[in-house]
């Protein structure tokens, strides 16, 4: 439905951006389906707990870390008659459900029930709490319940261009916003630098927009910014920024500083949650280049598309073209998009 010529081809329909049929449907097909970002942190200690919610799709996870140190993500719903079974974050040795009693290892596994004697087949792997893949990325962790991908299609473009050690949370960082617009559209407007002239002034002096180049790695697409003359770059290179895009929302983005993390996280069809997180390497370097003023260029980003927001919606508009030299970030996404859905 996209053309694979950007030349000939159109942009994602405007239903893509407004339906919520559609926005739900993606919801399982994509998300169901993703790598999604978690907070490992909630669960740091061996011995302990955190229920958290699976990006996208809604569904009930939590973390557990184990006495040995092993972290797992699990379902957090009792396989006896659905409730959740971890409600807050902390200390435990394992997991026993508040409705009936069912506990359950820090492995997931399957430990007892009152009142269940003389029940056939019973206890069987059905009633273990289901665990889904989890991953890793430098300081980064990921959870897929039922991935489309190995993790390693999205992690190794990222090891092979930039460093992953060193990396230190940095809470002071730590951002949330909520933008009135679909999930789609901001990965669109983070995917092409073609915007930054007119929407971005500020960082339009720190980056060389001439060379800034994007390349399409898989599931990852890959933005460079050059440092524009007498800019910050990394150290013994003339690179201000590398952009990372892992579909289907994960955005990570490597300064000479460090390493800042967006995550976009869809509550509506057209209501969408931004997530900051930072991880600094030298933070001397934290406010000069195209690592700078990261809190003005994100609103600069969410006033263009919450009006890209009411304009898709408008009857006066359906699709799109493309440009071949600066779009093709924005091409390939809706390309991966539209092959998920
Ligand atoms: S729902 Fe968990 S024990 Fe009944
Ligand atoms: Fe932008």
Do not use: K
Request: aromatic share 10%.
């Amino acid at each position: 439905m996209i053309d694979p010529d950007i030349r000939r081809a159109r942009t994602l329909p405007a239903a893509y951006y407004t339906d919520p049929e559609l926005h739900a449907r993606l919801g399982a097909r994509v998300f169901g389906r993703a790598w999604q970002l978690v907070d490992a942190d909630a669960a740091g200690a061996a011995g302990s707990v955190a229920p958290f919610t699976q990006t996208g799709c809604g569904e009930p996870m939590l973390l557990a870390r184990d006495g040995a140190g092993t972290l797992r993500a699990l379902s957090n719903v009792c396989t006896h008659r659905g409730n959740l079974v971890c409600t807050e974050a902390g200390p435990a040795q394992g997991l026993r459900c508040r409705y009936h009693g069912r506990r359950f290892g820090l492995d997931g596994r399957f430990i007892s029930m009152p009142e269940f004697e003389g029940v056939a087949d019973f206890p069987s792997a059905e009633d273990d709490l289901a665990p889904a893949a989890l991953a890793t990325l430098g300081p980064l962790t990921f959870v897929a319940l039922d991935p489309e991908r190995p993790f390693a299609e999205l992690a190794a473009p990222v090891e092979a261009r930039v460093a992953l050690d060193g990396l230190e949370p940095d809470p002071s960082g730590t951002r949330a916003y909520e933008v009135a617009a679909n999930w789609a559209l901001y990965c669109d407007n983070y995917l092409e630098g073609f915007h930054v002239p007119f929407v971005h002034p500020g960082l339009a002096r720190a980056i060389d927009y001439g060379s800034y180049e994007t390349e399409l790695l898989g599931p990852v697409i890959l933005q460079v910014a050059q440092a524009a003359d007498g800019a910050a770059a990394f150290p013994g290179s003339t690179v201000a920024a590398y952009y990372f895009f892992l579909f289907p929302t994960t955005m990570l983005n490597f300064y000479p500083w460090g390493l800042s993390v967006n995550v976009v996280v869809p509550l509506a069809v057209d209501r969408s949650r931004i997530l900051y997180r930072r991880f600094v390497r030298d933070r001397a370097l934290l406010e000069v280049g195209a690592g700078a003023g990261l809190d003005r260029v994100e609103a600069e980003d969410e006033a263009v598309v919450e009006q890209v927001q009411i304009g898709v919606r408008a009857r006066g508009y359906r699709r799109g073209r493309y440009s071949p030299s600066r779009e093709t970030g924005v091409h390939h996404f809706h390309r991966l998009l539209v092959s998920a859905a």
